[in-house]
Every structure is written in structure tokens, then in C-alpha cells.
């Protein structure tokens, strides 16, 4: 299969820019810089590129919401905040092709009549922030970035902006604001981004893997970009993350016509130690959990709707038998609890809550009717918040009791953890 | 005020205002340049980053006290940063929670008296597909046992 991009990241060079050149890099921009802005944007709409950060809105559809005026200046935010739990990829893109990521931003830029682009990158990422920065250096010094880049008459300037440590900073609000200088809380929507974004201005958020394929769907076309998914409406390869105890962890490019069960037993190689499996997040822990037998469901956004889950940032965790629900439900708690930024009081005070809950069941000591109560907080959550992240605890919470139930029954029902407090 | 950018510091700064329309927007990497040259964001660190932007402090302590890798108080030398995420769960990073803890002798939360160690666990490092994971400094650590959180701790002196 065809592979966009990580065609060339087993070559320890790739990362610079002579090589990049060299592997043919930066001749998409040069294609680009031959066409029409419209164009360009419209290989992109028949690409079906979906945004890759977890909500799969399409691309092109997307850059459509600016504002047709050019009076005010438009700006262009990488979201390059990882933190999705189960979540790596982007952070494999910046270290070995942050070319790729810079090329289509100055495609899209270009397209965008945008002359300015933050790219937010997590403040973990001090590596790859680093090789990064290497790489827009480079560029400017190149004259891939900067005035006038390659003869072309288009000015464009990168600052790579770096987070501090709040996962909520990948909600594309609160992205904005922790550009501006602020908390990263999220904003109400409308004003959407696209008309008041960066500094008020009309802005467009996307993900670093989304901005990455960029320039082969410029070289090769969208037609071609949509067909190499192999699912409808689902265009290109996706990079899905593969953790916890299979037998080969890590990064996998492939077309969104691949089953769950390829994902965790043919590319992953299975569960490691003959264990077996008993349940898998398939898009990052935000998403709803799959039981052992429901994992024959094609991994395009479409099919794992229907599934009663989502793609989200195709992090697959694998969860073997013999893994306490209730734990692993109680650390995802923990996450949000901590990660929830305070504004909105359904998610500071409900994912607190839930953790609480959680903790006192994990620890023997539950109530009767512990468990309807979590799901009952759970309704005063979803839907009723500025940002997603209250849904985003909400659906592991929820999926987790419909489909282990018993688990959580028991250990009220014993007053312990069948598992000992143990992973 | 005795507190003052070194003359380096003064330049990097002056450049990062370059980047962006105003100079709100450089609280944060002003702050990450404070924190590298400060140690820690104490009060008086503060004060310093809210009059060399032209801010409140409360504006700046507001911003500073949001963001979790903004240092309030002093952390060691060594700032062991281990992930208690699910995926690092699953490949037993509770259990190399514990033997840290054990090792320096301090629980998750605290800072050796010696002052070389400071022990905190985070939420996912993105990392998941070489757990468990520990961010020390700026670096990570991947794929942690027993036996190689032993030979990077004895490496840190």
C-alpha cells in the first residue's frame, strides 16, 4: 500500500531539510505556488481529509468558514497538543518528517491567503519542539518560510508556541486563547474560530497529521487521496497508535478500510504473553469502549459511529483479561478530574465527582446504587458544557458500566476489588 | 526589585516579542524563560514577569497557576515526572510508581532533602506506545523497568 507519511521515516536524515529535498520534499509547495488558491482547496475538499485531532470534520469544508473578505488577517493554528491518552502519533510526524507538517502549512497558507501560522505544541514535547524549531529554521534560511518564498511573491511566518501542561489546550478555543497569553479556557461558540479566532482575527485550527498530508494530496490529486482510504468519505491513510500489552506497540499507517481486529492482531502482532483480549478503546480514552467480540468493525468514522464508538485520534488501547474495569475507569477519571479546566460547573464539579465515586467502589467501600448515580451525573454532563471535554469523560464513564456492569456491581456488591486493587 | 534577566535571557526575549501582535501572548514563553532562569515561578518572579510586560501580577500569577509545568514552588535538580495514564497503567506503571518512591524515599508530591529529586506522577505524556514513561527535565525515558529506572536513576547525580 501507498504510504503518505511515514514512507521515509526510517531515515534518520529525513528530519533535514536536504534530505527532505532530495526525497523530493517541497515540490508539492512548487505545484502549489502553479495553481489556482480555489484549486487547491477543492483537491482537499475531494480528498475527503478528515481532521485527524478526534473529530473527523472535513478539511476543505472547514477552510470554507472564512470569511470571503480579506480585511482583517488570517491566521493559521497547528494543534500539535497531543495529549489524548493512547494518543502518539503527531509527535512521531514532528520528530522524524517536521518538513512534511512545514510544507503544508505554507500549502495551505497559501491556499488560505494567510500570512502568519502558530503551531501549539504541547509543552512535554521539548525534543520535539526542538527538532521542529530546527526544521522551521531551515526553512527560513532556505527561503521555504519568510518573504517572498521561492520567487512566489507569498510571505509567510511560522512561531512555534509552546503549552505548559493543560490537555484542554487541545480544544481549538482554548488553543486560541493560550496563544493570546491566557488560560486555556474554551470559548463559547459562535463566534466560531473561522470568523474570531487568534487575536480576533478569522482563524483555522487543524491537527498536525491533517496539515501533514497536505502536500501529497497537491502532488497526487484528491480523487486519488480519497480512493487510498478505501472507505467512503474517508480519504487517506490514518496513523493509528497501537498501546498497552500487545506484542508490537506503536505507530501503523494505514487506510481506514481496515478492520479493528487487523489493527490490534495483524499489524500489532496480538496480545503479548497469551493474554487475551477483553476490551479495546479504539480512538483515544475519550472514546466509547468496545467489548472483545465487537472489534470485526471496519476503523473508518462511518462504520465505528455505527459500532456505537468513534475513530477519534485512532489511539488504540488494548486492555487484556484479567484488567480490573473499575480501575482502569478510575484512572480515566482521575485524568479528566485533573484535566477539566474549571470554567463550566457540570464538568469541574461532575468529573470530580466521578472519580470520587469511582475511587470509593475500586476501594471497597461503594454504595448501593453507586453506579446510577454515575450515570445519572453523567446525564447533568453531556451536552451541557462551552467545550467537549465534560462528553469526553462522559463516554468512557457511561460505556464502560453498559457493557461491564457486573464489575462494578460486584465490587459493591463484596465491598473489594476481585482484581486486589491491582492492575 | 533585585530579580533581572541575564543579559542572554534579555535577548531571547526581546525576540520571542517579535513573533506575536502584542505582548500579551508572551506570558507563556516568558514565563518558560523566568522558570529556566529562576528555577521556580516564585511571587517575586512574578513580579518581575507582570512589570516587564506590563501586567498585573495577578493577570500573570493567573496564567502561571493554570498551566501545570509552571513551577510555583521549587522542584530538585531531577524532576521525575512519571505517567499514571492508562496505557502506562496496563505495562505496570503503578508499580514503578511505587519503586521510585521507594528508591529516593519520597512519595509522589514531594522533593528529596538532599534536593535532588523531586517525584510527581502526570496524566499521559503521549508516549503510550513505549509504556511506562517518565519525563525527567525535558527528557523521556520509555519503555521503563525495574532495572532501567534503577540504572537512570543511579546515572543522576
Request: net charge negative; aromatic share 8%; hydrophobic share 40%.
Amino acid at each position: 500500500m501507498e504510504l503518505v507519511l511515514t514512507k521515509h521515516f526510517g531515515n534518520e536524515r529525513y528530519r533535514h531539510l536536504d534530505t527532505y529535498t532530495e526525497l523530493g520534499g517541497y515540490e508539492a509547495l512548487r505545484k502549489a505556488f502553479s495553481m489556482s488558491k480555489e484549486a487547491i482547496v477543492e483537491e482537499v475538499k475531494k480528498a475527503n481529509l478528515r481532521g485527524r485531532g478526534g473529530a473527523g470534520f472535513p478539511a476543505g469544508v472547514k477552510w470554507g468558514f472564512l470569511p470571503k473578505d480579506l480585511s482583517r488577517p488570517r491566521v493559521l493554528v497547528i494543534n500539535a497538543d497531543e495529549g489524548e491518552p493512547g494518543t502518539f502519533k503527531d509527535r512521531l510526524i514532528m520528530s522524524r518528517g517536521p518538513h512534511l507538517l512545514i510544507e503544508g502549512i505554507v500549502i495551505t497558507c497559501y491556499a488560505l491567503e494567510t500570512h502568519v501560522c502558530y503551531i501549539y505544541i504541547r509543552g512535554e514535547f521539548a525534543r520535539e519542539e526542538g527538532i521542529l524549531q530546527e526544521a522551521v529554521d531551515e526553512a527560513y534560511a532556505k527561503g521555504f518560510l519568510g518573504k517572498d518564498i521561492l520567487g512566489a511573491g507569498f510571505d509567510l511566518d511560522v512561531t512555534i508556541h509552546r503549552g505548559a501542561g493543560a490537555y484542554i489546550c487541545g480544544e481549538e478555543t482554548s488553543t486560541i486563547n493560550s496563544i493570546e497569553g491566557k488560560r486555556g479556557w474554551p470559548r463559547v461558540k459562535p463566534p466560531f474560530p473561522a470568523s474570531v479566532g487568534a487575536f480576533g482575527r478569522p482563524t483555522i485550527v487543524n491537527n498536525v497529521e491533517t496539515i501533514a498530508d497536505v502536500p501529497w494530496i497537491v502532488t497526487h490529486g484528491g480523487d486519488r487521496f480519497h480512493a487510498l482510504g478505501g472507505a467512503e468519505k474517508n480519504g487517506g491513510t490514518r496513523l493509528v497508535g497501537v498501546s498497552g500489552p500487545v506484542n508490537r506497540p506503536g505507530i501503523y499507517e494505514l487506510p481506514a478500510a481496515v478492520s479493528l481486529r487487523e489493527v490490534i492482531y495483524t499489524h500489532a502482532g496480538g496480545l503479548k504473553d497469551g493474554k487475551t483480549l477483553k476490551a479495546v478503546i479504539p480512538g483515544g480514552s475519550s472514546t466509547p469502549v468496545l467489548k472483545a467480540n465487537e472489534i470485526d468493525v471496519t476503523f473508518d468514522i462511518e462504520s465505528m459511529q455505527k459500532a456505537g464508538t468513534m475513530t477519534g485520534t485512532s489511539g488504540v488501547i488494548v486492555i487484556p483479561e484479567g484488567t480490573c474495569m473499575v480501575r482502569a475507569l478510575s484512572v480515566l477519571m482521575n485524568f479528566y478530574a485533573h484535566e477539566s479546566c474549571g470554567q463550566c460547573t457540570p464538568c469541574r464539579e461532575g468529573c470530580g465527582w466521578l472519580a470520587k465515586i469511582l475511587h470509593r467502589i475500586e476501594n471497597g467501600q461503594g454504595r448501593k446504587g453507586d453506579v446510577a448515580l454515575i450515570l445519572d451525573v453523567c446525564d447533568h454532563m453531556m451536552g451541557r458544557t462551552i467545550c467537549a471535554l465534560a462528553d469526553a469523560a462522559v463516554m468512557p464513564a457511561q460505556s464502560f458500566i453498559w457493557k461491564f456492569r457486573e464489575e462494578f456491581d460486584q465490587h459493591i456488591r463484596d465491598q473489594k476489588c476481585p482484581y486486589g486493587n491491582r492492575f | 526589585m533585585s530579580l533581572a534577566f541575564s543579559e542572554e535571557t534579555r535577548a531571547k526575549h526581546d525576540r520571542l516579542l517579535t513573533r506575536y501582535p502584542n505582548r500579551e501572548a508572551a506570558i507563556l514563553p516568558t514565563l518558560y524563560l523566568a522558570q529556566r532562569e529562576f528555577g521556580h515561578l516564585s511571587d517575586e518572579v512574578i513580579l518581575y514577569v507582570a512589570d516587564l510586560l506590563g501586567f498585573t501580577p495577578a493577570r500573570i500569577y493567573g496564567v502561571a497557576t493554570f498551566y501545570t509545568m509552571y513551577n510555583k514552588k521549587p522542584v530538585g535538580k531531577y524532576h521525575l515526572q512519571v505517567c499514571r495514564n492508562l496505557s502506562c497503567s496496563l505495562m505496570g506503571a503503578e508499580h514503578l510508581i511505587e519503586h521510585v518512591a521507594m528508591k529516593i524515599g519520597v512519595k509522589p508530591g514531594e522533593t528529596t532533602a538532599d534536593g535532588r529529586f523531586t517525584l510527581s506522577t502526570v496524566e499521559c505524556l503521549g508516549s503510550c506506545g513505549t509504556a511506562p514513561v517518565m519525563q525527567v527535565n525535558d527528557d523521556y525515558y520509555e519503555n521503563l523497568t525495574e532495572e532501567s529506572i534503577d540504572a537512570i536513576l543511579d546515572g543522576l547525580r
